[in-house]
């Protein structure tokens, strides 16, 4: 099983790329529809706590996914240059497995990214966000890999991924194969 974790507020250009790469026994884990609270910085979670983390949310159920999945696929939008809000939220809350390395370690992490500007012009912030997610793999033992970064319009007009996008299907298709046949 793989899990798919929309990075985004809302249920669109994330969602469906997202929605077209998982297969029928993976999961998609959408961000909008989940209370991820602030990690308190309280520590308990690498001090003997015996669950991952004391705030009873919706992370508990994302800590029980990643645990269980193969490989984890994250879609974030670009906000103010780099990840949303709400996805470094469960970012920050990954603090349990700085102690537990051994959860996410050899593990896979793939990432996407979602601007408005074209994807030349996001090419700078993307290339920032992958070095934030390796310096993080580094450190968790995880390995990371950049898919691909799109662009969805400008929001006040387009706002469409799919739209903005030549060949869309068949760059899916693409990234099904680095994702499912470890081309990469």
């Known amino acids: 099983m793989n899990l798919y974790i929309n990075g985004s507020n809302r249920k669109q250009n994330c969602y469906q790329i997202l929605s077209d790469l998982k297969q029928e ?76 390395e051994e959860i996410l370690k050899g593990k896979t992490i793939y990432f996407i990214t979602v601007g408005q500007m074209s994807e030349e012009e996001n090419q700078e912030i993307a290339a920032d966000i992958q070095r934030y997610f390796e ?26 991924v799919i739209k903005e996008t ?5 760059i899916v298709d693409e990234l099904k194969e680095k994702i499912y046949e470890e081309i990469v």
């Not at 990371?144 to 469409?160: A, I, K, M, Q």
């Not at 030549?166 to 068949?170: A, D, G, I, Q, S």
């Open 25 to 100: 026994e993976d999961i998609l884990f959408s961000l909008a529809d989940k209370s991820i609270n602030y990690c308190l910085g309280c520590s308990s979670c690498i001090n003997g706590l015996e669950k991952f983390c004391v705030i009873e949310d919706d992370m508990q159920e994302l800590y029980h996914y990643m645990i269980e999945a193969e490989k984890i696929i994250i879609a974030t939008p670009i906000y103010m240059n780099h990840i949303t809000g709400i996805l470094k939220n469960v970012i920050d809350r990954w603090n349990p497995y700085s102690s537990h």
């Open 135 to 160: 310096s993080i793999g580094e450190f968790m033992g995880f390995r990371t890999v950049f898919l691909r970064n799109f662009s969805s319009g400008d929001v006040e007009t387009v706002d469409d």
């Open 166 to 170: 030549p060949n869309y299907r068949e």
